[in-house]
């Protein structure tokens, strides 16, 4: 995902590395490179902006002017400072009374359905005991593909004709604590874009049972979008972490170098691939090694 963008940096570095000592119009020359290939990447203008000022900030003082290799010097800052722009890593919670309960959230074609079995296969080979729960009443198609997928991977998925999302996730609710489930998975229903609606049923889904973790899933392959998007799940309810699907795909992969950022939200898992496996948890040291290169 991050070829053009890695390429492009590392030539940034290779040329600072031809440099003896640096001088701050260098030193600036090399950040307005970074810049530009960050941008083109789609990453976000204000975290590009507030970036490359700390990186210059450090550069340009005396971490660099003191160091024995200030091309390495300059290096080491963007590494860090890109660290800190992806934010540390964060696990699920999963301490607390049981069932946990998971709401997996997000537009239709996220790979929400997708992402809520990958978790569930995890969390299983974990020890975990995992219901999964089809709340999307309205297409059938959805529930017939959680269940498939549950298949797959050994959860057994609870469905309810002709009920309400916030009913259904009650019922599965009592039924997973007669059953000693310690993690229930709800797969709410996605729409085509962000509506009023949803984001009621979200919430009355909320009033029902305790959520543990409110997990938006979005496709990084929508670059911008996908940050826009999660900033309006994040204005209406109450989201615990952010699962970037598609990271397999060819996008410019801005939107994970800033949906952290912007929305505030950490982001728990990548989704690397179709396959039920293709699912890491969030590293941001190995993020930045793919993007520096
Ligand atoms: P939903 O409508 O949000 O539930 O989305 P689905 O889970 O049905 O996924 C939509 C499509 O994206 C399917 O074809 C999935 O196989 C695919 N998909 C989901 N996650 C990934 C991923 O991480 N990488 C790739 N390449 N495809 C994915």
Excluded: C, W
Excluded at 43 to 52: E, L, M, Q, R
């Amino acid at each position: 995902m991050f070829e053009n963008l890695s390429g492009r940096l590392n030539e940034v570095f290779q040329n600072l590395r031809r440099r003896g000592k640096l001088t701050e119009a260098d030193v600036d020359a090399a950040l307005r490179e970074v810049r530009m290939a960050l941008l083109e990447a789609d990453v976000n203008y204000g975290v590009v902006k507030d970036f490359i000022a700390r990186v210059r900030e450090r550069a340009v003082g005396a971490e660099v002017s003191r160091a024995l290799n200030p091309a390495q010097q300059v290096i080491k800052i963007v590494h860090e400072e890109l660290l800190n722009t992806l934010g540390p890593a964060d696990r699920l919670n999963l301490s607390g009374p049981r069932p946990r309960v998971m709401m997996m959230v997000g537009l239709q074609g996220s790979g929400k359905t997708t992402a809520a079995a990958k978790i569930a296969r995890l969390l299983r080979s974990q020890g975990e005991r995992v219901l999964l729960v089809a709340a999307d009443p309205y297409r059938p198609a959805a529930i017939k593909q959680l269940q498939t997928l549950g298949e797959r991977v050994g959860v057994p998925v609870f469905t309810e004709d002709g009920k309400l999302p916030p009913e259904v996730v009650q019922h599965a609710f009592t039924q997973a604590e007669k059953g000693g489930v310690t993690v229930m998975i709800v797969d709410t229903a996605g729409r085509s874009q962000l509506d009023q609606q949803l984001m009621d049923e979200l919430r009355a889904i909320a009033r029902k049972v305790t959520i543990a973790e409110t997990l938006l899933v979005v496709d990084s392959m929508i670059g911008q979008e996908a940050v826009h998007i999660a900033t309006g799940f994040r204005d209406s309810v109450s989201l615990s972490g952010l699962v970037l699907t598609k990271m397999d795909g060819d996008a410019r992969g801005g939107a994970s170098i800033s949906i952290r950022s912007v929305t505030g939200v950490p982001i728990k898992f990548l989704g690397t691939g179709e396959g039920i496996e293709a699912l890491e948890a969030y590293d941001p040291a190995r993020l930045a090694g793919r993007i520096l290169g």
